[in-house]
Nanobody, 126 residues
Framework: QVQLAESGGGLVQAGDSLRLSCVPS????????VGWFRQAPGKEREFVAA????????LYADSVKGRFTISRNNAKSTGYLQMNSLKPEDTAVYYC???????????????????WGQGTQVTVSS
């Protein structure tokens, strides 16, 4: 059973940066697309970014394009989400997830992902 663990969340001010990390246990990581999603109180979970197994293909939500950067280090089995120029509307619980199927491309639908972490809280004050 694959388990994912996010870290790096916290309370920051608008304009600050954070880097989230995602580490798997109990399964492989390097052959799969990894995605980041977020969920704010009272809202549905939404896609943030995803990166394919090699790092050669990425996908971003329009709301974070140009501010967030997704990356991965397969040698360390770690995925990252670098978040710059944070805004209060970025406040949410952030989840990493592994897409089902080997060698797949990034995808924005949460239904395409079968393993999820517990989430890490990001709070951006104005």
């Amino acid at each position: 059973q694959v388990q994912l663990a996010e870290s790096g969340g916290g309370l920051v001010q608008a304009g600050d940066s954070l880097r989230l990390s995602c580490v798997p246990s109990g399964g492989t990581f390097s052959s799969y697309t990894v995605g980041w999603f977020r969920q704010a109180p009272g809202k549905e979970r939404e896609f943030v970014a995803a990166i394919n197994w090699s790092g050669g293909s990425t996908l971003y939500a329009d709301s974070v394009k140009g501010r967030f950067t997704i990356s991965r280090n397969n040698a360390k089995s770690t995925g990252y989400l670098q978040m710059n120029s944070l805004k209060p509307e970025d406040t949410a619980v952030y989840y990493c997830a592994r897409r089902r199927g080997l060698w797949n491309l990034p995808h924005p639908s949460p239904h395409e992902y079968d393993y999820w972490g517990q989430g890490t809280q990001v709070t951006v004050s104005s």
